[in-house]
């Protein structure tokens, strides 16, 4: 399947996702740039991390009103699978492809180490192939993570609440919460289920050589989803 | 003409910044400062043959200097 990496000014996780969808997938993959008004025949998005655009005024504020993302809600209004990663999610929140927004760590410090996650939350193509309840261990590397959302508790009620900080049991504590977000979220979905934003980055742990190849799930899951649906 | 928009975290989001800068502030002395709130504070020029400026500022604000899930704001126009 042709899957699109979204490239902004000041992406720096692009590459790493084109690695994992490319070689550690097999998938053919191509960058599109944020000045690009289309995504061609692309069938998944990923929004990777990043600083676009060095973070002016918030961050994914400037990017979320670039050309290329009126292509990404056209194809997200038509179901179309879109991964959004720490600064892709913060973008889609601004865009408005997802709901909420990512805010100053409550520590204040850049955090960046390891996180594990509980997968929840209704299907969706980047985690319908993980069993529920399964813990996944991945990195964050972000200041603005904190997730806050007016009315969490219908977000969990829909199960848009798709991944959630925990301790490495499954935990729910705030000591595994690494930003201080709302109900420990790290990671929502649409109403739809098909935009998919995490805080975390699955695809820096995709490969055993990188300490875990947790995060290749999210794309194996994917690749089934987008089988099953042939 | 300029216009000057002031962009506020809304009451009730969490500003650890403003909790950062209360407590540096207690550091140096100021016992008074009970709480300190992070905004931003952006001053535009903008042509003086503008007719709808008014309704120009709020989109300003709606569609990019404010996100209104976690921030207020409010804007001057000086002529």
Redesign the interface.
Known sequence: MNIAVVRFPGSNCDDDAFHVVGRVMGQPVRFAWHKESSLGDAEAVVLPGGFSYGDYLRAGAMAANSPIMGAVKAFAEKGGPVLAICNGYQIACEAGLLDGALTRNASLHFECRDVHLCVEGKPTPFTRAIPAGRILRVPIAHAEGRFVHGNVEQLEKEGRVIFRYVDPTGGQTDAANPNGSMANIAGTCNARGNVVGLMPHPERASEPVLGSDDGKMLFASLLAEMGRRV | MKAKVYVTLKSG?????GQ?VARALGRLGFAEVKDARIG?YIEMSIADDVKDIDSHLKQMCE???A?T??EEYRYEIVK
Do not use: C, G, M, T
């Open positions: 989001v969490l500003d650890p910044q950062a931003k569609r990019l200097l996100n899930v976690i």
